[in-house]
């Protein structure tokens, strides 16, 4: 049987619990026992992390050196990463050896039109695509989807070109943007960090999203994929 941690927590909102919960059945079906930790300390711990062959990270806090260092040797070592949204593409916002190993940092999530805000947070839930890429079509973890629309937070992403993009987003350039063109940024891409494979999703804000049926089969897709 093949061990999967959940490393989860952080920003309410994100629904960190939810969204991570919802695969379990999943992951139990596929063979996978399931250890579960709120709070990524537990990277540190040699003893637990070399018995993992999958984290699921979903988690919004500081991290220290030690259990940075933990999480890179042990996905290094094999163990497959995966993770969607903030609970991956913030993560960790001090730690600059964590998003080397990713390939990625969110930045912003543009708003609606002044005019169409009301206060809330759906002032940033936009209605946008999700587009699959030339070889996102051929990747076990895409192949099987087509271009889908949402209407949820747009991640504006700081990203680098060691990665192979499964799919793609486009912010518009509107009137009033300080931005002149339209800016693409990955939307789900995998790279290999050491022997570990690792899968980063942008969408997942929420539990809603994450039922999404393309979101919900990418993300199935990648945990088996990923995992050692």
Same mark, same amino acid.
């Given at each position: 049987?093949?061990?999967?941690?959940?490393?989860? +927590?952080?920003?309410?909102?994100?629904?960190? %619990?939810?969204?991570?919960?919802?695969?379990?059945?999943?992951?139990?079906?596929?063979?996978?026992?399931?250890? %579960?930790?709120?709070?990524?300390?537990?990277?540190?711990?040699?003893?637990?992390?070399?018995?993992?062959?999958?984290?699921?990270?979903?988690?919004?806090?500081?991290?220290?050196?030690?259990?940075?260092?933990?999480?890179? &040797?042990?996905?290094?070592?094999?163990?497959?990463?995966?993770?969607?949204?903030?609970? %991956?593409?913030?993560?960790?916002?001090?730690?600059? *050896?964590?998003?080397?190993?990713?390939?990625?940092?969110?930045?912003?999530?543009? @708003?609606?039109?002044? @005019?169409?805000?009301?206060? &809330?947070?759906?002032?940033?839930?936009?209605?946008?695509?999700?587009?699959?890429?030339?070889?996102?079509?051929?990747?076990?973890?895409?192949?099987?989807?087509?271009?889908?629309?949402?209407?949820?937070?747009?991640?504006?992403?700081?990203?680098?070109?060691?990665?192979? %993009?499964? *799919?793609?987003?486009?912010?518009?350039?509107?009137? +009033?943007?300080?931005?002149?063109?339209?800016?693409?940024?990955?939307?789900?891409?995998?790279?290999?960090? +050491?022997?570990?494979?690792?899968?980063?999703?942008?969408?997942?804000? &929420?539990?809603?999203?994450?039922?999404?049926?393309?979101?919900?089969?990418?993300?199935? &897709?990648?945990?088996?994929?990923?995992?050692?």
């Amino acid at each position: 049987m093949k061990r999967t941690l959940i490393v989860r +927590g952080g920003r309410p909102a994100h629904q960190p %619990v939810e969204t991570t919960e919802y695969f379990r059945d999943f992951l139990e079906s596929a063979g996978f026992s399931i250890q %579960v930790s709120d709070s990524p300390t537990i990277y540190s711990d040699k003893s637990v992390m070399s018995k993992i062959d999958l984290i699921i990270q979903c988690i919004e806090s500081d991290i220290d050196e030690q259990s940075t260092q933990g999480l890179l &040797n042990a996905v290094a070592d094999g163990t497959g990463f995966v993770g969607w949204h903030g609970g %991956v593409l913030v993560g960790f916002p001090r730690s600059e *050896a964590y998003y080397q190993m990713i390939g990625g940092k969110f930045v912003a999530h543009p @708003a609606k039109a002044p @005019a169409e805000r009301s206060g &809330n947070e759906d002032d940033f839930f936009i209605p946008h695509t999700i587009e699959i890429t030339p070889e996102g079509k051929l990747h076990p973890i895409t192949q099987q989807l087509k271009d889908f629309e949402l209407i949820t937070e747009q991640y504006w992403l700081l990203t680098d070109p060691y990665m192979h %993009v499964l *799919a793609t987003t486009t912010q518009l350039a509107r009137e +009033g943007d300080p931005w002149d063109s339209e800016v693409t940024s990955p939307a789900m891409w995998v790279r290999k960090w +050491g022997k570990g494979k690792i899968f980063i999703c942008s969408p997942g804000h &929420n539990l809603d999203v994450v039922k999404n049926d393309s979101v919900t089969t990418a993300i199935q &897709n990648g945990l088996i994929w990923a995992s050692r």
